[in-house]
């Protein structure tokens, strides 16, 4: 696979290392765990790690489906009205101390319909359920 632009005489020609060279020093500058790109700055270079079948796409594509869940669960959440209050209920538990006991509170996330991200995970706070047989994009 080979990437051409053109030139002021409208001929071709091969850019393929410089934009491999620039794909590499982006990824390879790139820190998955800072967030410093969005999902919108991922998926187009997601696209043409594809495309070129370059390394780093599983992690580019790991890093994209996440900034994208992340950024559809707060809209999501936003759009419900729901905070970690609505989402959690909390039950008390007594714990034995040495001296008696202890009260602990137990969270789990209350009963709801899963409400599916792209990505196919719930977008309910705290909830881990993830719709099966998504297709990728
Ligand atoms: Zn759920």
Redesign the pocket.
């Known amino acids: 696979m080979k990437i051409y632009a053109t030139d002021a005489e409208s001929c071709f020609v091969d850019i393929t290392e410089a934009v491999q060279a620039l794909y590499d020093l982006a990824v390879g500058s790139m820190n998955f765990g800072s967030g410093f790109w969005t999902y919108e700055d991922a998926a187009p270079v997601l696209k043409l790690a594809k495309l070129m079948d370059w390394d780093a796409d599983d992690e580019l594509q790991k890093y994209a489906d996440e900034k994208l869940f992340l950024t559809e669960r707060a809209a999501y959440l936003s759009d419900n009205d729901l905070n970690a209050e609505k989402c959690l209920e909390g039950s008390q538990e007594r714990i034995p101390t040495d001296g008696g006991y202890q009260l602990v509170t137990r969270w789990r996330?209350k009963k709801?319909?899963?409400?599916y991200s792209t990505t196919g995970q719930?977008?309910?706070y705290s909830?881990?359920?993830k719709e099966q047989d998504v297709p990728r994009r």
């Open positions: 996330v709801h319909d899963h409400a719930c977008m309910w909830c881990d359920a």
